[in-house]
């Protein structure tokens, strides 16, 4: 029997050289191919997939948030396909069926099909929940290093070392003291793999180190600014009273 398969990536190119490497093999079926995590939900529960090509980074709704919304009883194999950062593919590496970094080597990618063909040949009795595993990923990767690329440089940030985030569409600009760095994340996204007890998000376009704030001024009511260390503004459109709340707390 042919494997069918969904293809899950917001990049339109990324999708395309995916299929393109699908169709070399003849017991290959594209069942769909999907652009966001709603959709990959939505297509997965009605094609019942053998296996899912599944991007980790996606606005909305994210690769590990579409495997949590199908549930362990409805999750067929999972290869991630991701230039995700080298911290989560180690994670996922004993694991995952495999993980897959773009842009995709056809012969890496041949050697991924065997390994799934294998598995289900010979997969016997129960195995590890790949939803457990991910939820466990979900929560060991908060306060980890970010990954951030440019060119030819890879450089690696702690989150005490950023200051505050800014939105800027589906990127994020990390602001580290007089330096900035841009990531192509959401704000949601990035908002859930830093810590929590001292990262706040006061805005729809704003994420505050609560460490490195000095001062909370209110310019007009409903209009407050926080003051950084080094004197940066940032906008507050959150409850400044929860905001208060937190700050007492870091």
């Known amino acids: ?36 995590g709603l959709t990959a939900v939505e297509a997965i529960r009605t094609e019942a997939p053998d296996l899912i090509l599944l991007d980790i980074q996606m606005p909305g709704m ?41 842009p995709v080597a056809p012969e890496r990618f041949a050697k991924m099909l065997a390994r799934v063909r294998e598995r ?10 790949l939803l457990e595993m991910l939820a466990q990923r979900k929560a060991d990767s908060r306060g980890t290093r970010i990954i951030v690329r440019s060119g030819e440089r ?15 569409g589906n990127y994020a600009i990390l602001h580290l003291g007089k330096r900035t760095h841009i990531l192509r994340e959401t704000m949601s996204a990035l908002e859930s793999r830093l810590p929590g007890e001292t990262f706040c998000r006061v805005s729809r376009s704003a994420i505050l180190n609560l460490r490195r704030v000095k001062e909370l001024q209110s310019l007009s009511p409903g209009d407050h600014v926080a003051i950084l260390a080094e004197g940066q503004k940032v906008g507050i459109s959150r ?12």
Request: with cysteine; glycine share 2%; aromatic share 6%.
């Open 1 to 36: 029997m042919k494997l069918r398969t969904i293809i899950v990536d917001d990049e339109r190119m990324a999708r395309s050289r995916l299929r393109r490497l699908l169709e070399q093999d003849p017991d290959v079926e594209i069942a769909a191919e999907c652009e966001d």
């Open 62 to 102: 994210d690769g590990f948030e579409v495997l949590e919304a199908l549930g362990p009883d409805r999750t067929p194999e999972v290869v991630f396909v991701t230039a995700y950062d080298e911290h989560a593919i180690r994670a996922f590496e004993e694991h995952a069926i495999d993980y897959l970094m773009k």
């Open 120 to 129: 289900r040949i010979h997969a016997k009795g129960s195995q590890e929940s």
């Open 154 to 168: 890879t450089t690696f940030v702690a989150p005490e070392e950023i200051d505050w985030v800014e939105a800027a």
């Open 239 to 250: 409850s400044l009273r929860e905001v208060e709340e937190k700050l007492k707390h870091v």
